[in-house]
């Protein structure tokens, strides 16, 4: 099974800096079948991106997503205190399709 | 729109059994693999089960297998989770979630519902 590893564990940034979430998987990702969730206190996970680098839909285009192979990475450029929540990433290439252990971010 | 809602979580003791169910609503239910995502409290999430659109293809993270069982009524809508012989480790939200597009498991999850909470007494 492919095991993701977050990094970092919390990241404290302010209002209008740049976030940069790691995720790196335990064997190359079919396919860049990477995805990326954003998760807030007592909500369910929304689907930021997936195919490693694509926009789900009414996703702001602050939000991008780059990588391959073993080595992906989301960004949120211009911060905004909504962004404050857990990141996770998932590989859905593969089952399990795991998720890793998730990034918080706060603002 | 598209809304799922799970039902069914509760508190019941370890060895126990429970059934969640997801009503699906806002999108041709029978055109999608559904999926049962869990977490546990103020921990990460596991995914653990997903259903063929047509109900014939199921697929189980090891935690679960033989103990799980995910099914589904497209005439109800609705999507299924058999819990059986629980444990305290079982204890999480239970989320069903939608499969993106193409007719796989191999995709990622674009609506879920807000959860049903199960807890596993010892």
């Known amino acids: 099974e492919i095991v993701l590893t977050q990094s970092p564990g919390t990241l404290s940034l302010s209002p209008g800096e740049r976030a940069t979430l790691s995720c790196r998987a335990s064997?190359?990702?079919?396919?860049?079948?990477l995805a990326w969730y954003q998760q807030k206190p007592g909500q369910p996970p929304r689907l930021l991106i997936y195919?490693?680098?694509r926009r789900a839909a009414g996703i702001p285009d602050r939000f991008s997503g780059s990588g391959s192979g073993t080595d992906f990475t989301l960004t949120i450029s211009r911060l905004e205190s909504e962004d404050s929540a857990v990141y996770f990433c998932?590989?859905?290439?593969?089952?399990?399709?795991?998720f890793g252990g998730g990034t918080k971010v706060e603002i | 729109q598209v809304q799922l809602v799970e039902s069914g979580g509760g508190l019941v003791k370890s060895g126990g059994s429970l059934r969640l169910s997801c009503a699906a609503s806002?999108?041709?239910?029978?055109?999608?693999?559904m999926t049962w995502v869990r977490q546990a409290p103020g921990k990460g999430l596991e995914w653990i089960a997903c259903i063929s659109n047509t109900g014939d293809s199921m697929y189980y993270a090891d935690s679960v297998k033989g103990r799980f069982t995910i099914s589904r009524d497209s005439a109800e809508n609705s999507l299924y989770l058999q819990l059986s012989s629980l444990r305290v480790e079982d204890t999480a939200v239970y989320f069903c979630?939608?499969?993106?597009?193409?007719?796989?498991?191999?995709?990622?999850?674009?609506?879920w519902g807000q959860g049903t909470l199960v807890t596993v007494s010892s």
């Open positions: 195919g490693a680098s």
């Open positions: 979630a939608r499969g993106l597009g193409v007719l796989t498991v191999y995709v990622p999850l674009d609506f």
């Open positions: 064997q190359v990702l079919a396919a860049s079948y």
């Open positions: 998932q590989q859905y290439g593969n089952s399990p399709l795991n």
């Open positions: 806002g999108f041709s239910f029978s055109d999608y693999y």
